[in-house]
Structures are given as structure tokens and as C-alpha cells.
């Protein structure tokens, strides 16, 4: 009898706007070998793709070769699990429905698991990060979009049609400023990195107030942190609104699916108690009141891009076996 060999490796792949990250991961989360590229330089999808494939091919082949991978999980924004598609993407330069999934399945001959990218993360936070043990907690994106995923009994909930948890395009002020997906005062257009600027442009313009953000060229949140970090005014205020509606948003959700706790990943929070204290506020300001106090509001304690792949690695392992090379 022939024996069976298993195998204990996938592939994960986490792309973002920015950059795509791909790594050989094992069975246990150790990450065997990683790379990256930039997204932005592949706008036409096919040419993407085949950059991916020859890229993943590649570091299969220098660490292991086919036979030990046992599948690919891929991290994408606006993916939905169910059908394998990138679905009307408002921030990521390919439109319409990308069938991903199956475009690499179809060129490298394995198994490919998609989801979104908040879903993997959950993933990851789940197996190797801040909510591991918890059963029931949400994960929240913020970057350049945003975006949730829940757990709910120990498990993913994807909805109906794998369209659950999409918290920044629910409606926090109405009539409000006008969001890439379609509709009017998103959470996103106020919490995201796109809506942070713009309440700093306000800002600006409202006043002659002095600030260190005026006359930058590339403001970024990340600078915005570091001027609240010396003390400006101005920029101290744009998060304290930001944390406001973040903190609003929040409460709407705990009050409706009482999770554990919400686990803030991305570059936005890492500006730490300039964003967190007026979110917190504002949580137990307007959450339910027989959970206030009771729900934590935690920043991830993982490396975004570590996290990432090892949140698609995870995903990685759900899909069933399939390989041309067998």
C-alpha cells in the first residue's frame, strides 16, 4: 500500500492596496519563508494575477516544492468567502466581480480559499493573537477602508449571502459626506483614512487656528498622531472626532450582537490613546446599558503583516485538498 503522505504547509497571501504579502506557513504557524510586491503596480487584474502565481510558484519551489503545500488562503478586501470573488471593491483599483479564487486555482494548480480581509484577520486574531480563547468578539479594520468580522459561538458569520459584518458603510450620520460604495455618511467616511484627512481639511479651513498640519504636502493619520504627540491642538481634535464616531459606531454594534470584546486592527489605531479614549467615551456613552462597562475595546497586539498571512494561512486549512500534482 502506498502510503499517504500529509501535508503541512499552505500558502497565505494578504493583499492590501499597497502592498500583496505571500509566505510558506506550517502546520504549527511558523512562517517558513515570505515576500511581498506592490499591488499598485499591477492596475490590469490579469497581470496581477500572473505576478502572484509565478511569485508563489517561486517560493514554493525554493522551500519544499508542490508536495508539501496544502492549499492557498488569499486576504482581500471586499472578497466574499462563499463565492471565491473580489466583489465591487470601492477602494482596490480592479472594479466589478474578480474572480480570484479561481483564477489562481485555474493557473497554479491548488486549492485557493478567498476571503475578506477583516475575516482573516478575525482568523488570526483568533488563532494567534488578542481574541485567542475568546468565542465571541468582532475584529475591526481600520485603514484605508473599513471593515468587521465577527465571531460568533466560536465561529466566523459570514450572512446569508457572505456580506456580514460590513460596519463601515452603515449609515452614522445622515445625509453625511458621500462614501466610494455609493451611499452618504458611511463610518467609514468619518473613522477611515480617507475621512480623517478631510476632517482635517475642515478643520483647517474653519479656523486660522495655528497647527502643525497646515502646509504639509502628504498628510497622513499617522503624522496627524505624531502632531498630537507634540502637543498640536488642531490635530489633537481631528481624532478626538474620530474617536467620536468610531466610539458611536461601536456602541450601535455591541448593543446589537453583545460581543466580548472589539479588536481594532491597522495602522489608525496604532495612534493609540489620541483615538481610543474619546472611542471609549463615546462607547459607554451610547452603548445598551446592561453591557456598558462590560465590553472590551482592545487594540491588536500582533504585526499587521504577520497577522495578515497567518489569518489567510488559517483559512488556508479550511478548503478541501486539490492539486493537479498528485
Not at 23 to 33: F, L, S
Not at 134 to 149: D, E, K, P, R
Not at 292 to 320: C, H, N, P, Q
Amino acid at each position: 500500500m502506498e502510503e499517504m503522505k500529509i501535508k503541512t504547509r499552505v500558502v497565505g497571501v494578504d493583499v492590501s492596496l499597497d502592498a500583496t504579502t505571500y509566505a510558506i506557513v506550517d502546520i504549527r504557524g511558523n512562517i517558513i519563508a515570505r515576500d511581498h510586491f506592490c499591488t499598485r503596480d499591477y492596475p490590469n487584474i490579469n497581470e496581477y494575477v500572473s505576478q502572484l502565481c509565478d511569485r508563489i510558484i517561486e517560493l514554493v519551489d525554493n522551500n519544499g516544492g508542490y508536495e508539501t503545500i496544502h492549499a492557498v488562503g488569499i486576504s482581500a478586501p471586499s472578497s466574499n468567502v462563499l463565492t471565491g470573488c473580489i466583489e465591487n471593491s470601492p477602494n482596490m483599483p480592479w472594479k466589478g466581480v474578480i474572480p480570484l479564487a479561481a483564477m489562481l486555482r485555474d493557473r497554479i494548480g491548488l486549492a485557493v480559499a478567498l476571503a475578506n480581509n477583516s475575516q482573516c484577520i478575525a482568523l488570526g486574531e483568533q488563532a494567534f493573537g488578542s481574541a485567542h480563547g475568546m468565542t465571541n468578539f468582532v475584529v475591526i479594520t481600520l485603514g484605508h477602508g473599513m471593515g468587521s468580522a465577527l465571531f460568533t459561538n466560536g465561529r466566523l458569520h459570514y450572512g446569508a449571502l457572505g456580506f456580514a459584518g460590513e460596519i463601515g458603510h452603515t449609515c452614522i450620520v445622515p445625509e453625511g459626506r458621500e462614501c466610494g460604495c455609493g451611499h452618504q455618511g458611511c463610518l467609514e467616511t468619518y473613522c477611515a483614512e480617507k475621512g480623517i484627512l478631510r476632517t482635517a481639511r475642515e478643520l483647517m479651513e474653519s479656523s486660522n487656528e495655528p497647527s502643525l498640519m497646515r502646509g504639509v504636502e502628504e498628510l497622513t493619520p499617522k503624522l496627524i498622531s505624531e502632531m498630537c504627540n507634540q502637543g498640536d491642538a488642531m490635530a489633537i481634535e481631528v481624532f478626538r472626532r474620530t474617536g467620536e464616531m468610531l466610539g458611536r459606531g461601536l456602541a450601535k454594534y455591541a448593543t446589537l450582537i453583545n460581543p466580548q470584546a472589539f479588536i481594532l486592527t491597522g495602522g489608525i489605531p496604532r495612534s493609540g490613546k489620541w483615538l481610543m479614549v474619546p472611542a471609549q467615551e463615546a462607547f459607554e456613552q451610547h452603548v445598551f446599558g446592561n453591557i456598558k462597562g462590560r465590553t472590551k475595546l482592545l487594540v491588536s497586539i500582533l504585526d499587521d503583516r504577520e497577522r495578515d498571512v497567518l489569518g489567510a494561512s488559517v483559512l488556508a486549512w479550511t478548503v478541501e485538498e486539490y492539486s493537479l500534482f498528485k
